[in-house]
Each structure stands twice: as C-alpha cells, then as structure tokens.
C-alpha cells in the first residue's frame, strides 16, 4: 500500500473526468476517490471529516461540479451551490492542511468575443449562469488559498462513461436521415483520456496559478459532428447547419494551451487525433 503521505484527493470520481483521473493515477501514488452520494463537499463539516477520516492527503484535484451549462439557467441556485461552495470549503482545508488544489475550470469562463484562442492572461467575462459560477469559484479558491491552487481549464469534454456530444451525435444518426448541428460555436473537443494524464502532469509538477488544459486545434460543433461521423463510419447522415439558442455560450472559445505545453514538454493531442484515439477504443 501506498504510504499516507502519498494520497491524492479525487473529487466527482463517480463521474466522467474522476474515473479518467483514477485509472491514470501515476506511479507511487494512490488516489482515494469521494462522491457526492459520499460526502457534501459544500459543508465544512463534512469536508473537515474527510479529511480527518481519509487523509492525510498530499493534494486534491476537484473535478466535481456542476456541469449542465442549460441546466444552470433553469436552476442556478442549484449551480453556485455545487460549483462555488465545494470549492470554497476545499480551498480553505487545503490551506489549514498545507497542500496544493487542483481545481477544473471550464472555458466557459469566456464571452466568445475573440477571434484567436484565449490565454491564462485574458479578462473572464462569462455569458450564462454556468460559466460565472466556475469564475466564482476560481476567485474563492485563490481567496481561501492562496499561492496554493492551480486552476486548468478544459473545454468540450468528452470520454468513456458518459453519454455526451460524441455519444448523442452516434445515437441520433444512427437512423439516418437529417441531423442538425450547430455551426455557429467555436471550441476545442477534449478528451478525458487526453486530460487526465495532463492534470496528474500539473499535480505532480507542483503547478500554481491558471493553466488552459484542451486538445490542440479548434473547430465548430459541425465539424466535430462531421469528424465523429465520418471516424466512426458511420454514412448515410445528411447533416446540415444549425444556428445555436441562447445567449448563455459563448460563440468562439478555443483555448491557448502553449503555457501547459511548455509545462509539460509537449501539447496534448490535436482534437481530430484525440477523437480516433477514443472511437477506436469504444467501437472494436
């Protein structure tokens, strides 16, 4: 067994990103995954508990969150309540106890304004209730911790053990015919087999401060769909443009990830390569 002094924290590990982090835990490390059917991360007592209970932890990476950016509108209350406040009382127990948070941001944090992908030093200024809740929760974290937490953030998150873009993408075209998608919103798709390893990579590198974590490249939600359809074979799609609803997403936000890059001594996949990389897995 792993020494004591070697467990890392792993918040929302029942989720798409958390189980990505458990499997790819490095060497001489042990994650020691939590839940929300487990502990309430937005009540200091029970975060308290946690960490009296199962530590004493090295680090925390919080991937837990509340995720569903149309959901937030119908119930924000709902959405600060699970993105602000766990992160506060992380915050705050990783200072008491002296060690790094990794928290997981979303690019959601951007107004969709630019016509070049956005860096670490570029001004948030978030549209929709789900983008100003993760904004939130970046400022608090350094508030309740500072010098002491490393924000990544990732866009259009995909990967195995949830049905997202990619998966509703293959479940709607699989009877053919017309499928519409929207064409007027720009991002970077991004794996979890893709990001994970980079948030171990930013942990274990001791990493402080912003850091933007997406696959390499940038394409329009038409794009994607038409790259999904055409690497999973799938034929016999007519697909055609679509024009988002809403104002609470941003219409360009691709991430500027040479600051990572750097960081780790190469880029995280190009969008396009990611995507293979997990269709070949799901579908042979």
Known sequence: MVGKEKL??????AGMLGRRLMLDAPAGVEAVPVTRAEVDLAERDQVARLFSERGPFRGVIHAAGYTDVDGAEREPLRA?????????????ACARAAIPLLMV???????????????????????????????AAERLAEVYHPGGVCVARTAWL??????HFVEKILERA??????EVVADQHGSPTSTLELAPALWDLLVRDARGLYHAACEGACTRLEWARAILELAGVE????????????HRPAYSALDCSKLARL?????????????????????
Not at 174 to 179: D, E, I, K, T
């Open 158 to 163: 995909y990967g195995p053990g949830k049905r």
């Open 174 to 179: 699989r009877g053919g015919g017309v499928l």
């Open 80 to 92: 600060w309540r699970d993105n602000r406040d766990p992160t506060r009382e992380l915050a705050a």
């Open 105 to 135: 941001s979303t690019d959601f944090v951007f107004d969709g304004r630019a016509d070049r992908p956005y860096s670490e030093t570029e001004a948030p200024a978030p549209l929709g209730v789900y983008g100003k809740t993760k904004w």
């Open 8 to 13: 890392i924290l792993v918040t929302g590990a």
């Open 236 to 247: 016999g799609v007519d697909l055609r443009p679509a024009k988002s609803s809403g104002s």
């Open 264 to 284: 780790r001594g190469r880029p995280m996949a190009p969008w396009r390569e990611a995507l293979k990389r997990y269709l070949e897995g799901e579908f042979k």
